[in-house]
T-cell receptor
Framework: SQTIHQWPATLVQPVGSPLSLECTVE??????LYWYRQAAGRGLQLLFY??????ISSEVPQNLSASRPQDRQFILSSKKLLLSDSGFYLC???????????FGQGTRLTVV | GNSVTQMEGPVTLSEEAFLTINCTYT??????LFWYVQYPGEGLQLLLK?????DKGSNKGFEATYRKETTSFHLEKGSVQVSDSAVYFC??????????????FGQGTILTVHP
């Protein structure tokens, strides 16, 4: 069966520090991969998606970037965090020819 | 563009009460529709889905029917339990092969069930 791992679960970082969140999927190949953000009291916003290694599409302009160095690995990064980057970050994957997405457990990021 | 509108919460119910959470959408064609549930401190879990008009998705006593004529996908449960307390998200995935599974979510509805 397929599983998705996301870490860390919780992170507190100072303003201006770098960020790296990692997500890996097991039990499938060529998945579509996504990063969503859930700001406090708001719904989920799609940040990035990827349909293959090295292929990243950004949905909204922001202080973050994403990379996909391997087929089942998706990384969310920032060179310098802002206070507004605080939120709950969710990685997700979907089968290439299907439409539902499966989510990781999320990372709660607090920028102080 | 695509959008999903959910009834505003929070919703507070007593155990065994009937639940309805309204969801309407705007999209071209026939999108796929989903309900996701998020328990405290966790990621999202797919609760149910419907991929074409008049389909009924069901799981764990929850049901939702894809109504094309009213562009709605309301979530219902006949008798809620304390363990159903969570945040519920309605979502859609656009029709067509270029959607890449990108989901558009509603704002979420917080449900609290008291004993």
């Amino acid at each position: 069966s397929q599983t998705i791992h996301q870490w860390p679960a919780t992170l507190v970082q100072p303003v201006g520090s770098p960020l790296s969140l990692e997500c890996t999927v097991e039990g499938t190949s060529n998945p579509n991969l996504y990063w969503y953000r859930q700001a406090a009291g708001r719904g989920l916003q799609l940040l990035f998606y990827s349909v293959g290694i090295g292929q990243i599409s950004s949905e909204v302009p922001q202080n973050l970037s994403a990379s996909r160095p391997q087929d089942r690995q998706f990384i969310l990064s920032s060179k310098k965090l802002l206070l507004s980057d605080s939120g709950f970050y969710l990685c997700a994957w979907s089968p290439r020819m299907n439409t539902e997405a499966f989510f990781g457990q999320g990372t709660r990021l607090t920028v102080v | 563009g695509n959008s999903v509108t959910q009834m505003e919460g929070p919703v507070t119910l007593s155990e065994e009460a009937f639940l309805t959470i309204n969801c309407t959408y705007t999209a071209t064609g026939y999108p796929s529709l989903f309900w996701y549930v998020q328990y405290p401190g966790e990621g999202l879990q797919l609760l149910l889905k419907a991929t074409k008009a008049d389909d009924k998705g069901s799981n764990k006593g929850f049901e939702a029917t894809y109504r094309k004529e009213t562009t709605s996908f309301h979530l219902e449960k006949g008798s809620v339990q304390v363990s159903d307390s969570a945040v519920y998200f309605c979502a859609l995935s656009p029709a067509g092969g270029t959607s890449y599974g990108k989901l558009t979510f509603g704002q979420g509805t917080i449900l609290t069930v008291h004993p």
